[in-house]
């Protein structure tokens, strides 16, 4: 079994952040652009669950990879947000979409983002750029969490433990969780993020 242990923050100041990433030595992994699409039965019994299936349509300077991730709930920690998690990575994954339709899936929601990935003390460190706003995902062992937020004066921020699509709901709240959700950049600034990856930084 594979716990996903995370924790997003809130109105952070990119450049500020990186700055105290690269005083602590931080691994910086780099960029990539992410294609998210959400899946669920007509009914919406994976929602109604509390569960996910997603396929990640991940791209990097090097290559584009689709990622295929289950996620089942687990009671969180007053800190944290707490799944079980199980990921695989698919060669042939363009035809991923058809399979899970044939099965009776359809996409119930999409999200892009561009992301920075670091690496601190054993806590995976995102700065994530979506098209309704920037935030920060800490994810690894709650306690190095909770350490590395210290660090890096993320605790002095708004912490959440909310999903991006939670997270876009509050902003859009004419919507609710059984609509279709589309937060994906135009065009020009899907041209754009992709167009970083060579760059390495935004």
């Given amino acids: 079994m594979s716990l ?3 924790c997003k923050y809130l109105q952070v100041d990119f450049s500020k952040l990186k700055a105290r990433l690269t005083c602590q030595n931080a691994q910086d992994l780099g960029l990539g652009f992410e294609d998210n699409l959400i899946f669920d039965t007509e009914d919406g019994k994976l929602r109604q669950a509390h569960k996910l299936l997603r396929l990640r349509i991940l791209h ?3 290559a584009v990879n689709y990622i ?3 996620k089942l ?4 920690s007053q800190h944290c947000k707490i799944r079980e998690e199980y990921e ?3 060669v042939g994954g363009e035809n991923l979409k058809i399979i899970f339709e044939s099965l009776g899936f359809k996409v119930v929601g999409r ?3 561009l992301r920075h990935t ?3 003390a054993g806590v995976h460190i995102t700065l994530d750029r979506m098209p309704f706003g920037d935030f920060v995902e800490l994810e690894g062992e709650e306690a190095a969490i909770l350490d590395c937020a210290h660090v890096l004066n993320l605790d002095k921020h708004p912490q959440s433990t909310k ?3 939670e997270l876009y709901l509050d902003l859009h709240k004419e919507l609710t969780k059984a609509d279709i959700l589309q937060c994906v950049f135009s065009a020009e600034q899907r041209a754009a993020c992709l167009a970083l990856l060579g760059a390495k930084c935004f």
């Fill in 60 to 62: 990097t300077p090097e």
């Fill in 118 to 120: 670091y690496v601190l």
């Fill in 4 to 6: 996903e242990i995370e």
């Fill in 111 to 113: 999200y892009e983002k």
């Fill in 88 to 90: 695989a990575q698919c």
């Fill in 73 to 76: 709930p687990r009671p969180a």
């Fill in 163 to 165: 999903s991006y699509a």
């Fill in 68 to 70: 295929v991730t289950v």
